[in-house]
């Protein structure tokens, strides 16, 4: 996610930092640069417009140029006004003082409103929440079966009562249904349309007064162009969303729709999803993100994600096991599920400082979950001794192995190779010599280069 | 002259039962078309409030600006912008072209001539002709099938049959089901979680048993960068090669209109796993120009075939460079 433009900005960038001495032509090139990396990853531009402006003005006139490392000081500049551009350091869903808490989903069609729901009720039931989802789009053909099955999938109670009835009548119904629940939180669908159709905007704006949710989110493709201001725009006047929830931002959009609406309706972004599957939507924290665009990684993220999909005591055992050099293939099975509960890795690398760069050299190399599936098939073909001393593997095994995960001979030895490698690693982290991430990649991760 | 349904459809030998549209069809259509004059002046007028009449006149280095600027806010880019308008400018500068009208004339010209990018027509000769339609979630593919099927039943008198082989996303298939029937045509059902291609070597079975003309396939919508399921939609497209000994006839991306510069990468990667010979440009009812597609055309070369313009099942129609270039820069 906002991969090009983290790119493009960081290599602009490190062209600054590399200097000694800025000026104001340096800086009047990097800020050419930033625009359009900026309007080559959607950010409208208006808004581009005005941030390098901004940035260009704060870098020359506060003295930067004189400073003693101005390269470094026009990075932080733009690093602080990206994550203001964002929305500073991030916000919460405001929740009712007497349950339900009600959250109105509006957006265009298609750009995710139902699955972001059930992502919603889902991220909430995960947090101890109960949640209720209603559904309200009788327009789109079978959008409520789809609520009916994520909601269901997600924990949620699903409020649904067809295609017939008036979406509005459905949504206050919901609402007395959820509160006589004594639900935490109802989630109320509603049709994608367009902001110009204003016969379904004021339908829209008819849900939000008879049901007065707390929080309007407004539901924004990642992949968006220019026109996601007029969009924004528009439903700010029918409804006055709260926050915007980004949807899609897993694939390589660069995501400059979501820094223009915050930028010009000043509502945040409170929600990113990040992949298909249901418990695959994130808190949005605009200060990191802007780091991460930056290349500065995101460990707070990764600590949290870590915190909450790996198992403490397990980690403890781990740990243990590494400095007293007992680690074994089924240890070593055992972390890389860890390590893949919190998600595809090339999500989890990202958020790792100097990473992005290093990702950006094994492109072509497959930083691949498939090739975990592999290895995976491999340590689960080796019996319990092998996995605990693989030095007895040698050519007979070896091919017993190879055939059961249906994989080859030379797989096999490059996992007991590399096991081998990451066991000297890791007697060099005890003692206190950390390798650098990219050689810990390299080395254990079974990215081959194709 | 827009381009109409006889000169998009390249039918062979096939005769073209066009049926007439019945007298009680006949107000409908009027409102269709009020409708399409109304939906594509929105995106005309909020242009030509960009772009004003005297831009043309005085071209100078502000007005050059402003019309780059518009053209960015259309998301035609900012690569192709410049290529277009550096053209534009180099005429006018060598008086091959004078100001004014005839400008913005030259300039619809060269937009018109990016989005003209290969063949323009959609090819139903083979029979069936398979239509293999892909892109990213949410932009509308189940919807335009939908309407394709009921376009291609009334304005050629074809027999279609859709393919539901979006087995990932729930109600998928109930979705589809709920066009077929509006859009009066057969269709083979999966089961959620069952292999597209498996589904779509039932859906040419049965076309070819029921005599269908054409097979429109639905599919899951896919990030472009998920290699594996990229992957799953190669597979489909070799699915339907084995069975037909050709590939699909036709393979539309379905782009929509307020995609930003991803269209771009999405083309890109799609065109990477199957044979892209078009694109279909949805949700240009909104205020969203849709330039994103004259990127893909002048970059790729994959010309836009097919544009939505409205919900109802009538609202799709075959797409115009010319109507879609004046549109753009407000003429």
Sequence with gaps: MFDQLSERLQGTLSDLRSRGKLTEADVDKAMREIRL???????????AKRFVADVREQAIGAGVLESLDPGQMVVKVVNERLAELMGGSGRELAFAARPPTVILMAGLQGSGKTTATAKLARLLIGEGKTAGVAACDTQRPAAVEQLERLGGQAGATVYSQGTERDPVDIA?????QAR????DALIIDTAGRLHIDEELMAQLAEIKKRTKPHDVLLVVDAMTGQDAVNVAEQFAAATEFDGVLMSKLDGDARGGAALSVKAV?????????TGEKLDQLERFHPDRMAQRILGMGD????????E???????????????RQDRFTLEDFLGQLKQVRKMGPLSSVLGMMPGMGKAMKELRGASIDDRELDRLEAIILSMTPEERANPDVIRGSRRRRIAAGSGTNVQAVKQLTRQFEQMRKMMKLMASGKMPSPESLLRGQLGARRR | MPKSWADLLDLGDRDAAAAAPSPEDAPKRRGFLRRLRESISTSREALAAELGSSLFETLDTAAWEQLEEALIMADVGARTTAEVVGRLEA??????VEGGEAARERLVELLAELAEAGRGTIDLRPDPAVVLIVGVNGTGKTTTIGKLAWHLRRE???KVMVAAADTYRAAAVEQLGAWAERAGCEIVRAETGQDAGAVVFDAIAAAEARGCDVVLVDTAGRLHTRHDLMEELAKVGRVIGKRLGRGPSETLIVVDATTGQNGLRQAKAFAGAVDLTGVALTKLDGTAKGGIALAIAGELGIPVKLIGVGEDIEDLRPFDAGEFSAALVGG
């Design chain 1, 37 to 47: 990396a900026l309007l080559e990853a959607d950010v409208n531009f208006k808004v």
């Design chain 1, 172 to 176: 206050e119904w919901a609402l007395g």
């Design chain 1, 180 to 183: 006589t629940a004594g639900l």
């Design chain 1, 265 to 273: 309706t000043g509502k945040p972004i409170l929600y990113a999803s």
């Design chain 1, 299 to 306: 460990v707070l993220s990764l600590i949290e994600k870590a």
């Design chain 1, 308 to 322: 909450k999909d790996i198992d403490a005591s397990e980690a403890e055992e781990l740990e243990r096991k590494m």
């Design chain 2, 91 to 96: 005429e006018v500068e060598a008086g091959r």
């Design chain 2, 156 to 158: 050629a008198g074809l």
